[in-house]
């Protein structure tokens, strides 16, 4: 495997976290959430400007943690509260937030070259590489990144089976039967959403440490991009409980990046990336749906006592 691939395999882990906040919403709550895209770019500015200003790199990330938590509470109060329409209180919330992030970082671009962040971290720990027959497989970097995911994933599958957890897979689900046994679904759906946008904002604050610079655009098309990830996911690992569902959005992070990888490996332009990105959501949910159709129509012919007709 060239570096290419390696890389596309490190960000595509990184990039789950983010998949894995776009899931609880698009998925569990059923909600249409934009503020996605301000949120992921919230994450990676208040990282990049609470490491240059000398805190802890592990700090800094939980701190994008709980402000991309407030933002999500945010659109959720929006919506719940101010009875605003699900997807226009994302749009509004990710507007708001671009002027924010800029407010943040005090410029467009924030190097972190020369700081001290996870990602060095994680390098200076010295993992070896997976190699078989001397070929790497998993790089050291890739490995810790994989074992934090899973352990992240763990986590969420541990959530969504308390019972908090269940009520917001039931409001997703039902919302008005869930409010019959007295449930607060404004509550539950505020709860996902700030859960949601604080994974995507630690996500942006991971990405921003491991490619060396925060940038107030970075969080633009991470919706499609996590959506990608989790229908690219669904269709080839299936979703029939939890824990394969989330398994499927984080290795459909990792396909999606690959598949990117591959592409601008095989002569295409930077530039195309959204292209790409769009024919791999389409191609996703396009195939599966006619493949089903053409199967329906296929005359069915008996398996017993013979041959059987249409």
């Known amino acids: 495997m060239n570096l290419a691939l390696h890389g596309a ?5 990184l990039f789950a976290i983010m998949a894995l906040g776009v899931y609880l919403t698009f998925r569990i709550l059923n909600f249409p959430d934009l503020t996605v895209d301000g949120s992921f770019a919230l994450g990676g500015a208040l990282a990049a400007r609470l490491i240059i200003e000398g805190t802890n790199p592990f700090l800094a990330t939980l701190m994008a943690f709980v402000a991309g938590g407030v933002a999500g509470i945010f659109t959720g109060v929006l919506h719940t509260k101010g009875k605003i329409n699900g997807l ?3 749009i509004l919330t990710m507007i708001a937030l671009y002027s924010i992030n800029l407010r943040i970082m005090g410029k467009a671009n924030l190097p972190l070259l020369r700081e001290d962040t996870l990602y060095t971290f994680v390098k200076d720990l010295g993992v070896p590489n997976l190699a078989v027959g001397g070929v790497v497989f998993f790089t050291g970097v890739a490995l810790v990144f994989l074992i934090g995911i899973f352990l992240l994933k763990a986590i969420i599958d541990w959530f969504l089976q308390t019972d908090l957890g269940l009520d917001i897979r039931a409001t997703g689900d039902n919302s008005k039967m869930i409010r019959s046994f007295g449930a607060n679904t404004d509550t539950t759906t505020i709860i996902g959403l700030g859960l949601s946008n604080a994974l995507v904002a630690v996500s942006g604050a991971w990405v921003a440490q491991y490619q060396g610079f925060a940038d107030v655009g970075m969080g633009i098309g991470m919706i499609v991009i996590g959506l990608a990830s989790v229908i690219v996911g669904e269709v080839l690992f299936g979703s029939s409980s939890i824990f394969r569902a989330t398994l499927a959005v984080i290795l459909g992070s990792v396909v ?10 095989a002569g295409l332009n930077p530039s195309d990336m959204k292209l790409i990105t769009a024919l791999i959501v389409i191609i996703a949910l396009t195939v599966p749906a006619v493949a089903k159709s053409v199967w329906k129509r296929q005359p069915f012919r008996a398996t017993k006592g013979g041959r059987g007709d249409a």
């Open 9 to 13: 395999i490190e960000q595509g882990l």
């Open 88 to 90: 226009l209180a994302g």
């Open 256 to 265: 999606y990046r690959l598949v990117i990888a591959l592409a601008l490996d």
